[in-house]
């Protein structure tokens, strides 16, 4: 049984595209990104992948036979016979051109090429794969695949996965590409909020430490309303955040300080009960600070509780950067 979290593209997040396509050579020194046509390496065959001509043109032989959007289905003749990484373009889509450094929302469905059986798709799980396209996250090969690429494209890959170097077939779309801080009109907010500005890059930074008696209730409010869609459960969102600890006032976590936004599906039990009763309804673009007592966070401290944040009030500001629906 193949392990989902290291198929190709889908699990970018892991090292799946580096270890695919960390050794692909590129067919043509001028030929970058989305431009390139297919990106194959090695031109002679081995591990019984047939004839150098036949490696080359392996994705040729495989024909997707739907549309963006839709849960994929190819033809082609089983077993399809290929040992190196293969990638290109099935549908150029006519959404805004990706670039290295952004954080894009990714759908896809997984083939055994020995046999066509179809080994997991994300449209039946109600799942995608969010990932920020640059070399540490997924490698030079994907980097370069994806940059230029437009949102919502549909692209195709071949490559071996995970340590039992399991030969998969593989369909995406390019969903969307995340915002890069919140964006939309401003909103006052409630009195018991601390106060906060931005910096340059959007990230919220105190300014003074939170004053008086924590909340004892969760209180949730947008700082700034976007109008893209509304959050539901089981979607999945793309967030920046930073958190605080109320009493003292201390930054205890935050995405912008790693530099790479965060994705949950909402509702799921993935995030603490603040965020998933909180973000419901919460539109993409919006930035909303929650302060959230210990129930609706990690609990109250105590002998069976040993987490560090247990029994504290905490403050959070996030950025709800992309909503992505199983519907959609």
Request: net charge negative; hydrophobic share 40%.
């Amino acid at each position: 049984m193949i392990n989902r979290r290291s198929l190709l593209a889908a699990a970018a997040s892991t090292s799946a595209l580096v270890t695919l396509g960390a050794c692909a050579k590129k067919s043509s020194p001028t030929a970058k990104g989305a431009a390139q046509a297919s990106d194959s390496g090695a031109s002679t065959a081995s591990d019984g992948g047939g004839s150098a001509a036949d490696e080359a043109n392996v994705l040729d032989r495989v024909k997707v036979t739907s549309a963006f959007g839709e849960d994929p289905t190819v033809d082609f003749d089983a077993p399809l016979k290929f040992s190196n990484f293969h990638s290109t373009v099935v549908s150029k889509g006519d959404g805004p051109a990706i670039a290295e450094g952004d954080f894009i929302v990714t759908r896809s469905a997984y083939f055994d090429p020995e046999s066509a059986e179809v080994l997991a798709s994300q449209w039946k799980e109600g799942t995608f794969s969010p990932f920020k396209v640059d070399k540490q996250s997924v490698g030079q090969t994907a980097t370069e695949f994806f940059t230029g690429l437009t949102s919502h494209s549909r692209f195709l890959m071949a490559g071996v996965a995970g340590t039992q170097k399991q030969k998969v077939l593989q369909v995406g779309d390019v969903v969307g590409v995340a915002l890069k801080r919140a964006e939309g009109d401003a909103q006052k907010l409630p009195a018991e909020v601390p106060g906060f500005a931005l910096g340059e890059d959007g990230a919220p930074n105190l300014t003074a430490k939170p004053n008086g008696t924590a909340p004892t209730k969760q209180v949730v409010a947008p700082a700034i309303k976007g109008h893209g869609p509304a959050a539901k459960k089981g979607d999945t969102l793309i967030m920046h955040y930073r958190g605080w600890d109320w009493a003292t006032g201390e930054e205890f976590d935050s995405s912008w300080g790693r530099g790479t936004p965060f994705s949950f599906k909402l509702g799921d039990g993935q995030v603490i009960k603040g965020w998933d009763e909180g973000l419901e309804g919460a539109t993409q673009g919006s930035q909303i600070a929650l302060i959230l007592p210990p129930a609706s966070a990690y609990g109250e401290a105590g002998e069976g509780n040993q987490n560090h944040l247990a029994g504290k009030t905490l403050l959070f500001v996030a950025d709800v950067l992309y909503v992505a629906s199983p519907e959609a």
